[in-house]
């Protein structure tokens, strides 16, 4: 959990524009019911007397935020995520495979600074109808097309016990792999069709199964354009098994 950032904490509202202010959560014992928040807002909450109107100049609001928390080492890259989600109607940005829309890699200024100069050169407003950002002839870009993709399981056997292998498209470039087991380390590789080897699997993590059983869970996401196969080689306790191909 981020410090706490504003009295809306984990919200900051800058210029009627939302953000979260949060990268996850970890708890101890039992979460908080939101009925409980429920209670005190019925109690001392005030409606708003209109909607939020966000500001026609928010790349001036982002730039007093990273001014504000410059110092924090995931907010900046946080809050413009957020905020090229608001503008995806104006200007689209390719996602990556962690699906953000801006990773800088090394460095967050040079980064920031050339995707900066892009969007400063568009003329937009907020359009109060549409509850959106468009142009200044009141255009904006089409609806970004959405895909459902089926998640494939595919359940195997080990002599410690069951493992499976989940494989799901995450978009049309991406495809993330998770393979789950009995085992504290597994060797967990994939090929596409043409028998190029991807990415190996991030590595085992250990995760609690239930009925004090331990399972290592290794994943990734791994570029594979759609209408290609793979298929996953996994090595575990001196057995090597291959799942059938997979066109996800």
């Known amino acids: 959990m981020r410090a706490r950032c504003s009295s809306r904490f984990p919200i900051v509202l800058e210029d009627d524009i ?36 966000p500001t026609d100049r928010p790349l001036e609001t982002l730039d007093r935020l990273l ?6 080492q995931l ?17 689209r940005v390719e996602r990556g495979p962690d699906r953000l829309r801006f990773a800088p890699r090394t460095s967050f200024d040079p980064a920031w600074r ?12 907020w359009d109060s109808a549409s509850l959106r950002y468009v142009l200044e002839d009141g255009t904006a870009l089409p609806d970004e097309p959405q895909s459902a993709y ?10 410690s016990g069951h493992g499976r292998l989940v494989v799901e498209r995450r978009d049309r470039r991406f495809v993330h792999i998770e393979v789950g087991a009995p085992l504290r380390h597994l060797i967990v590789g994939a090929r596409n069709v043409s028998g190029s080897v991807l990415p190996r699997l991030a590595g085992s ?20 354009p759609e209408g290609e196969t793979l298929w996953v080689e996994i090595e575990a306790s001196g ?10």
């Open 18 to 53: 939302p953000l979260f202010a949060v990268i996850g959560y970890s708890i101890a014992g039992m979460p908080e019911r939101p009925e409980d928040h429920l209670v005190w807002f019925r109690a001392h909450g005030v409606l708003r007397s209109h909607p939020l109107r």
């Open 67 to 72: 001014a504000r928390y410059e110092s924090d």
């Open 75 to 91: 907010l900046p890259t946080l809050f413009v995520n957020q905020l090229l989600a608001l503008l995806d109607s104006v200007h």
């Open 114 to 125: 050339a995707l900066r100069a892009q969007l400063a050169s568009l003329k937009i407003r």
């Open 150 to 159: 089926r998640r494939v399981v595919w359940p195997f056997e080990l002599s």
């Open 205 to 224: 993590g250990a995760v609690s199964a239930g009925q004090g059983r331990i399972e290592s869970i290794d994943d990734q996401t791994v570029a594979l």
């Open 239 to 248: 057995r090597h098994l291959t799942s059938p191909e997979f066109r996800p």
